[in-house]
């Protein structure tokens, strides 16, 4: 076989998955979704791929299948998916169908009345990675709003959740929508969800009441256990910061540091996975090779220390020059997170674990910091925006010894299995 002939294998072969967009297209006679007729909208970007070919968008291949899409809409990140973390996106034309492409964040959040009055309905497909702050499934919930606002069908693409589907497996807290809710989380939803988009849209339209034709078609050969690297298929990045199924696994409880004075990992080769500072001296944190986080017990000297083992994590002491703020070309120590058991590992816990040691050891340095973007332009109280509530600060910084023993606790998704399981399509 040629070199040529080997490159056109497409590498669903590899795999028994298909998204959404494949079932669509492969069943389009029977019109999935009523989208073989009318003219449609589709909300998208680079990301959203066929499981068929790596290099085939799912629009081109909608479009090329006999879909009639007239418009596009672009959530955070623009249609390329790599703009800017947090800053607005501009309208566009799409250079790769020559369409012209609304942004959904910035001046506006949500397609314009006038513009959905001219399709006949609206389609969805965005890779999401499964974190409450992640903000494609809240541009999501706006388009959703929009869409039955105008009497208009949303047909969401569905695709599999690439950290695992297990309910079980959910972090909280719920969100506190009366004190938290944002561009990071409009309704009460746990930080590590264990949704597909699909399945979200399906929950939001039943607790919102929304009376939206909403259509879903579901992606194919997923069940709730499996995580990306269970689909043999390769990762395609999602948005600048986030290269790969192990940045997706760790960024529900690392993403948090965005909220203080040390690197998240952005600029880094392993972003979400590493968190330093010039000032971090991170074996007084992490014993390294183990999932050990140590913390001074209250009123206690360095010899009083209390030690936490985390489940399913191994962390590493390292050193990293960032190509991004904060911390720009400086060179930081830090520590890097290893997934040991992706099954046991829990994301949130060890993210707030790791942010508690370090304000513990480093309280005269670290700093809780704003955050401005486009849907927060102040950024003041990100890190409350991010983890959902307004207790978790003060008891964080009152006792670190008590707080970590605490986190099971507070991390519990109280009746999220209840709210969801009768809506779950896998």
């Known amino acids: 076989m040629s070199e040529h002939q080997s490159s056109r294998i497409p590498y669903k072969a590899l795999s028994s998955i298909r998204f959404g967009v494949d079932t669509a297209i492969s069943n389009l006679s029977g019109d999935p979704g009523g989208i073989s007729e ?36 672009a959530p955070e990140h623009g249609i390329s998916r790599f703009g800017a973390d947090g800053k607005p996106v501009d309208d566009d034309t799409d250079p790769q169908t020559g369409l012209p492409v609304c942004s959904l964040y910035g001046n506006r959040m949500r397609p314009p009345a006038g513009m959905l009055e001219q399709l006949d309905g609206v389609l969805f497909d965005i890779p999401d990675i499964g974190s409450r702050f992640y903000t494609y499934i809240w541009t999501l919930s706006h388009v959703m709003e929009a869409c039955a606002a105008a009497g208009k069908p949303l047909v969401v693409l569905d695709r599999i959740n690439p950290i695992g589907g297990e309910i079980a497996s959910a972090e909280g807290p719920l969100l506190d929508t009366r004190n938290c809710s944002s561009f990071l989380g409009r309704a009460a939803i746990p930080v590590r969800h264990s949704l597909t988009a699909g399945e979200f849209a399906q929950w939001l339209n039943h607790h919102w009441n929304l009376d939206l034709d909403l259509r879903i078609i579901k992606a194919e050969g997923w ?57 971090l001296d991170p074996d007084t944190i992490v014993e390294a090779g183990t999932g050990n986080v140590r913390v001074l017990k209250a009123g206690s000297k360095p010899s009083g220390t209390q030690t936490l083992t985390l489940p399913g994590v191994m962390f590493h002491t390292e050193i990293a020059v960032p190509d991004d703020q904060p911390w720009k070309g400086q060179s930081c120590t830090g520590i890097r997170i290893e997934v040991a058991d992706k099954n046991c590992f829990r994301p949130v816990r060890t993210g707030l674990a790791l942010l ?35 207790d978790m600060r003060p008891a964080l910084e009152a006792d670190p010894a008590a707080f970590l023993e605490s986190l099971p606790d507070r991390l519990q998704a109280a009746g999220w299995k209840e709210s969801v399981s009768p809506l779950l399509l896998y």
């Open 38 to 73: 009318g003219s449609w909208g589709m909300v998208t970007n680079d990301a959203a791929r066929s499981a068929y070919d790596k290099d085939l968008l799912s629009r081109s291949a909608l479009i090329k299948a006999g879909v009639r899409i007239t418009q596009l809409f």
């Open 223 to 279: 069940h709730r256990g499996m995580h990306w690297p269970d689909t043999h298929l390769p990762f395609v990045p999602t948005s600048p910061a986030m290269p790969s199924y192990e940045s997706a696994l760790c960024y529900p409880g690392t993403c948090l540091f965005e909220a203080t004075n040390l690197s998240a990992g952005r600029g880094t080769a392993v972003p979400f996975r590493f968190i330093g500072a010039p000032w």
């Open 356 to 390: 508690a040691a370090i304000r513990n050891y480093h309280s005269d340095t670290f700093e809780w910091k704003t955050y401005p973007t486009a849907a927060n332009p102040e950024g003041e109280d990100h890190f409350e925006r991010l983890i959902g509530v307004r």
